[in-house]
């Protein structure tokens, strides 16, 4: 087998983050569920952006964010998502590829504007997200270049992205051509609220050997196998797994493979300021050293650590030299 050019081709959504931080009271008058993430029409979209106070934009998007963390540990990624022909799309496209990511999707002509995520942050560092996901619905089959993800070692597959038709479908050739070129598929579940959706259809690419490696928080985790206990929901997936990994928030984390258990803790962080993009940062960490073949209990450590830089800040993608932080925790 041909060595891939790229670690890790990501697709998912392309959204630009609009972030800014708001008192609990906020939520409520808007009747947000603290801490969620909500899809958003284009009317609601304008009404909570109207309302929100002064924020910052900064491209975001789950596993555009995971590939962020991935060039800034010095992995070689590409990223395959749809943004439109307009000033978001514009700020999408220079970012990425400032970042030291492939991304070379051609821009969706039309009047469907590039998706972008309002972020509304509660002193206690929590985010509550709604997305009006917009130009990355449009994402389709023939976008999706075969030999591109022939030529990275994993393609990782965001779970938001499962929820429109055209980009479920992209989706599904993709996976069918990393099998074909022999590569890994790594799927991160995203948001408890898509199982409601798409439960049956996660359920069935795990039974069916559709997934390498499985990201999931441990909501998400029990909300999939019909659980009531994180220890439980492992029990049920990890056999039909060949790596998993759950992330348990303040608790750490654990990954198993096989007959193997690695379990970290939760990097401490001085202050949480917002824990947008912790999950996604995590799962860049974790590959980082996944693809370099290290032991279990290294990647779950420099997950962590890359987790616990990006919620000592506003914004999903790292501030920090992470390769400098990971060296000390793994030290």
């Known amino acids: 087998m041909t060595a891939p050019q790229f670690d890790v081709l990501a697709i998912g959504n392309a959204i630009v983050d609009v972030i800014a931080p708001c008192e609990d009271g906020f939520l409520a008058e808007h009747g947000l569920d603290k801490g969620a993430m909500a899809l958003v029409d284009t009317a609601r979209a304008e009404t909570l952006y109207g309302a929100m106070g002064p924020g910052r934009e900064v491209s975001g998007g789950s596993?555009?964010?995971?590939?962020?963390?991935?060039?800034?540990?010095?992995?070689?990624?590409?990223?395959?998502?749809?943004?439109?022909?307009?000033?978001?799309?514009?700020?999408?496209?220079?970012?990425?590829?400032?970042?030291g990511i492939h991304f070379d999707t051609a821009a969706h002509t039309g009047d469907v504007p590039t998706a972008r995520c309002l972020v509304h942050v509660t002193p206690d560092g929590q985010r509550t997200m709604n997305t009006f996901l917009g130009a990355s619905q449009e994402l389709t089959a023939r976008v999706v270049d075969g030999a591109r993800i022939a030529d990275a070692a994993v393609l990782y597959l965001e779970g938001y992205l499962w929820d429109p038709d055209t980009p479920r479908a992209a989706m599904r050739d993709a996976m069918q051509a990393a099998r074909d070129a022999g590569r890994k598929i790594a799927f991160t579940l995203s948001d408890a609220f898509l199982l409601d959706r798409h439960g049956d259809d996660f359920r069935a690419l795990i039974d069916g050997g559709e997934i390498d490696i499985?990201?999931?928080?441990?909501?998400?985790?029990?909300?999939?196998?019909?659980?009531?206990?994180?220890?439980?929901?492992?029990?049920?997936?990890?056999?039909?797994?060949?790596?998993?990994?759950?992330?348990?928030?303040?608790?750490?984390?654990?990954?198993?493979?096989?007959?193997?258990?690695?379990?970290?803790?939760?990097?401490?962080?001085?202050?949480?300021?917002?824990?947008?993009?912790?999950?996604?940062?995590?799962?860049?960490?974790?590959?980082?050293?996944?693809?370099?073949?290290?032991?279990?209990?290294?990647?779950?450590?420099?997950?962590?650590?890359?987790?616990?830089?990006?919620?000592?800040?506003?914004?999903?993608?790292?501030?920090?030299?992470?390769?400098?932080?990971?060296?000390?925790?793994?030290?």
Do not use: W
């Open 63 to 99: 596993a555009a964010n995971t590939c962020a963390g991935l060039a800034a540990l010095g992995a070689k990624c590409a990223f395959i998502g749809q943004v439109a022909d307009d000033q978001l799309g514009q700020v999408f496209a220079h970012d990425i590829r400032a970042a």
């Open 214 to 331: 499985l990201f999931a928080n441990e909501g998400e985790a029990m909300a999939l196998t019909g659980t009531e206990s994180c220890e439980a929901a492992i029990a049920a997936l990890a056999p039909k797994l060949p790596v998993l990994v759950v992330t348990r928030g303040e608790n750490g984390a654990v990954a198993v493979t096989g007959d193997e258990r690695a379990e970290v803790e939760a990097e401490p962080v001085q202050k949480i300021v917002d824990t947008t993009g912790a999950g996604d940062s995590f799962a860049a960490g974790f590959l980082a050293y996944h693809v370099k073949g290290r032991p279990l209990a290294e990647c779950l450590t420099m997950g962590a650590v890359a987790a616990a830089e990006i919620i000592s800040h506003y914004g999903a993608r790292p501030e920090a030299d992470l390769k400098s932080l990971v060296a000390q925790g793994l030290g």
